[in-house]
């Protein structure tokens, strides 16, 4: 579903330091953890993607940092107000009934919360672990938190007594590089959805192009498109 939508705002919360959730009343009928929305934010033309925390009943949540005006402009809006956005977009994570690991870092705990809801749904075991720069931006949720450290540094402890068989993951490149690093030396499979600023959301503009290995060969991909998801075996890091 690709179409502009127009919604309207069912709740705006604040959840921790310069981070809200949103709420917002819609006509999708389907979304999965990893797909995102790109919500248009006046007076900018660029529309703004955020990663889907939750959906049920038409009524889709994400979370968002203040940042700039586009975030402000969100902030902004009060409960019945209408929001113009597009979605959901985007591959999301491929669940698998395996044990499974889930890292988020940063504002990347939205779509991981979302992960765990429908993984819970499924009767699926699953251990959730975040990491924060501070215990003020620190958001609820997980079965662990890490706050002022690496979340990377808890995961060989984690795999040795949690034994999973399937990570998945979301955060900033460097954290999901050494998500890479780990899964494959346990020979395990990681699932990553990538961040990044998104021009058309589509596709088309290739202005989110990674580098992928498909077919033996390194080919250009789109994260808005192609992604955010994708095997982090493929990925090509620069």
Not at 27 to 39: D, R, T
Not at 71 to 85: E, M, Q, W
Not at 126 to 152: H, Q, R, Y
Not at 220 to 231: L, Q
Request: include cysteine; glycine fraction near 10%; charge should be positive.
């Amino acid at each position: 579903m690709k179409k502009i939508q127009k919604g309207s705002i069912k709740k705006i919360e604040k959840i921790a330091l310069d981070t809200f959730a949103l709420e917002i009343n819609s006509n999708v009928s389907e979304a999965h953890a990893g797909q995102f929305i790109s919500i248009l934010c006046p007076p900018k033309t660029l529309r703004r993607p955020f990663s889907i925390k939750g959906f049920k009943d038409g009524i889709v949540e994400v979370f968002f940092k203040l940042k700039g005006e586009g975030t402000n402009y969100i902030k902004s809006l009060k409960v019945g107000d209408s929001i113009d956005f597009m979605g959901p977009l985007g591959q999301g994570f491929k669940i698998q009934n395996k044990k499974s690991l889930l890292v988020g870092a940063g504002i990347g705990i939205a779509p991981m919360l979302f992960l765990k809801d429908e993984l819970n749904n499924a009767n699926i075991e699953n251990f959730l672990i975040s990491g924060f720069k501070a215990w003020d931006e620190a958001i609820t949720g997980s079965d662990k938190t890490v706050t002022g450290g690496s979340v990377i540094d808890f995961l060989p402890e984690i795999i040795e007594k949690f034994k999973p068989e399937v990570i998945y993951s979301c955060g900033p490149e460097i954290v999901l590089k050494l998500v890479d690093k780990t899964a494959k030396k346990y020979n395990l499979e990681a699932q990553i959805a990538m961040e990044k600023v998104f021009a058309c959301q589509v596709g088309v503009c290739r202005g989110c192009v990674i580098k992928i290995l498909k077919d033996g060969k390194v080919q250009n991909a789109t994260i808005c498109h192609d992604g955010p998801v994708f095997d982090s075996r493929v990925v090509v890091w620069e």
